[in-house]
């Protein structure tokens, strides 16, 4: 049984244990803010208007829990604002997995706005379950802060799950197009799966110091029978268990698609770091 931690103060005392879960605080993190980024980016896109609203209150929420895992972050020292640590670092010190730094769809928004929903839809569903069942690890994590965050972002998580479930049934269902679209589009993301399963170097110490209960067996054991599950209701194919790739954000190694995506999302700060809104 490992020691709970329940203050900054015990998890700082311990380098090991310090290292470890900001590591994982970064991961965290990093997804969320990334991917509501890349849902932001869909509102006045998306196919009608109350996919609008959905995208914008999702890509809200996600960025909303990516302020506070920085948020605890900063009380491990890391930095003096969420901002700064949102905003202020380069690509290699981001921990978000591939899939989720990639573009909606075959160009860039302002060039391309036709967004590839299929993909989205695919990748959202993909990286939906994963945090899930990452949320239902870290309720029982050793560091009392974080099982307690995790407690309540599970809560609101749950209906975003939902949301991309219906979709992955309806796109599956509706027309040999939309079916062939939403299969194209997981046969693109599954090249990036692996990536959300990686834990970094410091994967072995987040589940051997109860930061992350189970560790990467756990999570991909879980996911792997609930995705199959949804696939077989849909009538999906299941494309088989995902290879690893060459880089892995988890290790600060990123695609240049995330260097894109950093212009436009830090742009803001980048004018007056300073300034207080």
């Known amino acids: 049984m490992t020691a709970r931690i329940e203050t900054p103060a015990q998890a700082l005392a311990d380098p090991t244990c310090r290292q470890a879960l900001v590591e994982l605080l970064f991961q965290l993190a990093d997804d969320d803010l990334v991917l509501g980024h890349r849902d932001s980016e869909w509102v006045?896109?998306?196919?009608h208007i109350e996919e609008d609203v959905a995208f914008a209150s999702i890509a809200q929420d996600e960025v909303g829990h990516a302020a506070a895992y920085y948020g605890l972050l900063v009380d491990l020292g890391e930095a003096e604002s969420a901002d700064a640590l949102a905003y202020s670092r380069p690509p290699d010190a981001w921990r978000c997995a591939l899939l989720l730094e990639r573009p909606n769809g075959p160009g860039h928004y302002l060039e391309n706005p036709q967004f590839d929903w299929g993909y989205t839809i695919?990748?959202?569903?993909?990286?939906?379950?994963?945090?899930?069942?990452?949320?239902?690890?870290?309720?029982?994590?050793?560091?009392?802060?974080?099982?307690?965050?995790?407690?309540?972002?599970?809560?609101?998580e749950r209906y975003h799950l939902l949301h991309m479930e219906t979709w992955v049934k309806r796109l599956a269902r509706h027309s040999s197009v939309s079916r062939a679209r939403l299969q194209a589009g997981l046969e693109k993301a599954w090249v990036d799966l692996y990536g959300l399963f990686s834990l970094g170097p410091e994967g072995p110490a987040m589940a051997a110091l109860g930061l992350l209960p189970g560790g990467r067996d756990r999570l991909w054991q879980?996911?792997?029978?609930?995705?199959?599950?949804?696939?077989?209701?849909?009538?999906?194919?299941?494309p088989g268990d995902p290879s690893p790739v060459m880089l892995d954000g988890r290790a600060g190694r990123h695609s240049a698609d995330l260097e894109a995506l950093?212009?436009?999302?830090?742009?803001?700060?980048?004018?007056?770091?300073?300034a207080r809104w």
């Open 44 to 47: 006045g896109l998306a196919p």
């Open 122 to 156: 695919a990748r959202h569903y993909l990286y939906d379950l994963f945090e899930m069942v990452r949320l239902e690890a870290l309720v029982e994590s050793a560091y009392l802060p974080l099982a307690q965050l995790a407690a309540k972002v599970r809560r609101e």
């Open 222 to 238: 879980t996911w792997r029978e609930r995705a199959q599950t949804l696939f077989a209701e849909a009538g999906l194919p299941w």
């Open 262 to 274: 950093l212009g436009p999302l830090t742009e803001v700060y980048r004018l007056d770091p300073t």
